[in-house]
């Protein structure tokens, strides 16, 4: 199978990070399935790709449900092709401070992030077998290595390091890589959330964000996409279980 016929599903494709990978992939030859929530909610991400001479589809599905999980993959295979590539990047925030926080915010953060990617990467990682060649990317963050608010937040984030590493272990023998991206500060809806919660003006906390980064400006999807774009690629065959932070700089 040339690299031109592959089929990619990007989930949480709607907006920010996932929205800018879609397009990248589709810029790259792929065909994307863009998988939000609602599929409505993806028209504009489909839009763009197509406009732009690219093929993608819109999918809705929540990644948490294994039904709709199996239903998505089930309606990208016959639509699009098996997928080759998966790019789980879905992600909701509950922050709060332990004290505050509800069984309900840790239960919907651990769902969408941990469950969803599990579910997502279990339903793609046969087709992926059947082609001989795969690509999981998981988005993990920097909070994983801790952030005050977000203890679900940053658990699940880390633990979806350890879930790379362990994909890469058990699928490498059928030509499928799995890596993690932890974003730093990237300006995106979630961020912009952030700086609501914390009652700070967006543009004043993206200025803060970047006198503390070594390259002195915060992160656009773009600086994500194009760090997926070469790990999904044939000439990342021999990169696997690696976490990768976009944040311009060090942090670990």
């Known amino acids: 199978m040339s690299e031109q016929a592959r089929v990619a599903i990007v989930t ?3 907006r920010g990070i996932g929205a800018g990978t879609a397009q990248r992939l589709a810029a790259d030859g792929l065909a994307v399935a863009v998988l939000d929530l609602k599929e409505a909610d993806c028209a504009a991400t489909v839009e763009a790709i197509s406009s732009a001479g690219g093929r993608a589809l819109a999918v809705g599905a929540d990644v948490s449900d294994t039904e709709q999980v199996k ?3 089930d ?4 639509d699009l092709g098996p997928p080759a590539v998966l ?5 909701v925030i509950r922050d709060n401070m332990l004290f505050k926080m509800t069984d309900d915010d840790w239960d919907m953060v651990m769902g969408v992030h941990l469950r969803g990617s599990f579910l997502m ?4 990682q046969r087709h992926m077998v059947d082609q001989g060649f795969g690509r999981i990317v998981n988005l993990s963050s920097s909070s994983a290595l801790g952030n005050r608010g977000q203890a679900n937040y940053s ?7 350890g879930f790379t590493k362990t994909l890469a272990i058990e699928l490498g023998k059928f030509g499928i890589t799995a ?3 932890a974003p730093g500060f990237i300006a995106t809806d979630m961020t912009a959330a952030t700086a609501a919660r914390l009652g700070v003006g967006f543009e004043d906390f993206q200025k803060a964000a970047a006198s503390q980064i070594p390259v002195r400006r915060v992160g656009q999807p773009a600086d994500v996409a194009h760090v997926i774009s070469f790990l999904v690629s044939e000439g990342a065959g021999f990169v696997s279980g690696q976490v990768i ?3 311009g700089g060090p942090l670990c």
């Open 245 to 247: 932070y976009v944040a």
């Open 121 to 124: 990467s279990r339903a793609c």
């Open 179 to 181: 890596n993690a991206v």
């Open 87 to 91: 790019v789980n990047n879905a992600g």
């Open 12 to 14: 949480g494709g709607a």
């Open 155 to 161: 658990t699940a984030k880390a633990g979806l390091q």
């Open 71 to 73: 239903a998505a993959v």
């Open 75 to 78: 309606k990208v295979a016959g």
